[in-house]
């Protein structure tokens, strides 16, 4: 009887060890499966390199992902789409793409639409935006925009820290012409005076700089009403198949976060993007004034960030920017969107 649960105990654990030992190999095979990982970025560069701001040039100009990933054999594609969002959700929806660098908006549009994507962490938050008028139009608040014509690219995040401005003021995009124009189209309708105004980024700080543009009201005069967030989603299919690689690219990517969010690296960063996206620097230095790294660039999905990520996704229904509003705790990809952080 004791040699009978002897022999039954050694093949229990010869069977257990061989399952560990086919397990271990079924998800070598999967990564050795990967031969490249494809990841698409809105390009913001006015020049001819390219710029997704953030953690994404620092990952780029620091190799981080190359180097974590070169062990497997595994090449990193990146992919800048000066259509923003609406044309990553497209690349998403074809399987053109595995991770996609995002504001909230294009995110949660593509969520809404059924899109099969995973919230896996924060890029930045509380980005500030601005109005940019024509000199001299009289336009010193969101309650003078009423009736005039204003530049916004629609579909993106900006579109959504737009309405969620207008929204603190009482007003919507009822209450103005919205005339619908890329970043760098706004920029150059601004300045010809073909609108009366354009909301965006510290694109528009260029044109005050020249005497193009006067910069009456920010998300920060607004007390942060319609200040952007980001986001890093992965395909459903990616993630699901390759977990492990999810987790190391969410590690590697901490390295970028932990640079960029110490302020000693504040003029290396500048120097970077400026440099990147043929900004003066001392654009983005006023862009970045009174603003801590440390507090834009945190990649923790944390309550506070993902309590705006539902503010954005219910004042998106309320717009009716999406048609089937969600729960974003229902987005986080479990035990990937933490890991290593």
């Not at 336009?139 to 969620?164: E, Y």
Request: glycine share 10%; charged share 20%.
């Amino acid at each position: 009887m004791k040699t009978l649960f002897n022999g039954r105990l050694t093949r229990l654990f010869a069977s257990t060890a061989l399952a560990g030992v086919l397990g271990c190999l079924s998800l070598t095979a999967a990564a050795a499966e990967v031969k490249e990982i494809r990841i698409a970025v809105p390009d913001l560069s006015a020049g001819t390199q390219h710029s997704g701001g953030g953690v994404v040039d620092v990952l780029r100009s620091q190799q981080i992902l190359e180097k974590a990933f070169a062990d497997q054999g595994i090449k990193i594609q990146w992919n800048f789409f000066k259509g923003a969002g609406p044309v990553i959700n497209e690349a998403i929806a074809n399987g053109q793409v595995d991770f996609a660098y995002l504001g909230d908006l294009a995110a949660i549009i593509g969520k809404s639409n059924g899109l099969d994507t995973r919230l896996l962490s924060a890029t930045a938050r509380g980005i500030k935006q601005y109005l940019g008028v024509v000199p001299g139009s009289g336009i010193n608040s969101l309650q003078d925009l009423k009736g005039k014509r204003v530049a916004v690219f629609r579909g993106t995040a900006c579109q959504l820290s737009f309405d969620a401005a207008l929204a603190s003021q009482g007003l919507s995009e009822k209450d103005i012409k919205v005339i619908n124009l890329d970043f760098s189209a706004a920029v150059a309708a601004l300045a010809a005076k073909q609108v009366d105004a354009s909301w965006g980024g510290s694109n528009l700080t260029a044109l005050q700089a020249k005497g193009l543009a006067e910069l009456p009201v920010t998300t920060r005069t607004l007390g942060g009403a319609g200040s952007i967030q980001s986001v890093l989603l992965g395909s459903g299919a990616f993630v699901d198949a390759h977990p492990e690689l999810v987790a190391k690219l969410l590690k590697a990517q901490q390295q970028a976060v932990d640079w960029l969010t110490q302020e000693s690296n504040r003029d290396a960063y500048v120097q970077l993007v400026s440099g990147l996206a043929s900004y003066p620097q001392l654009i983005l230095q006023q862009d970045l004034k009174d603003e801590k790294l440390s507090e834009i660039f945190p990649s923790q999905l944390d309550p506070v960030f993902l309590g705006k990520l539902q503010d954005s996704v219910d004042l998106a229904a309320q717009q009716k920017l999406i048609r089937k509003p969600f729960k974003v705790a229902d987005w986080v990809a479990p035990n990937l969107a933490a890991a290593g952080l």
